[in-house]
């Protein structure tokens, strides 16, 4: 596994696009930073804050399962 050092962000193509262009990630030892590639904007993301929207897309996930479930029980 590549360690990510100070000073020397690790910069890397992804599949994913946007806009038909490709994603660049790159990861810092405190934030990671994306950016699309030919385009000068770009977007810091703390770790801590990128793992809080993980939690809260996964429990909103939860949430909507649960009301489905709650619906169609009463449907029933």
């Known amino acids: 596994m590549t360690t990510i050092q100070p000073g020397r962000p690790l910069k890397r193509q992804t599949a994913a696009t946007c806009s038909h262009l490709p994603i ?8 990671l930073t ?4 030919g385009r000068r904007e770009a977007h810091d993301l ?4 990128l ?3 993980a939690y809260r897309i996964a429990a909103d996930a939860k949430l909507r399962d649960r009301v489905l479930r709650r619906t169609l ?4």
């Not at 029980?73 to 029933?76: E, P, T």
């Open 51 to 53: 793992l809080w929207y």
């Open 46 to 49: 703390t770790y801590e804050r």
């Open 73 to 76: 029980r009463g449907a029933g």
């Open 34 to 37: 994306l950016r699309l590639k």
């Open 24 to 31: 660049v990630v790159e990861l810092h030892p405190k934030h």
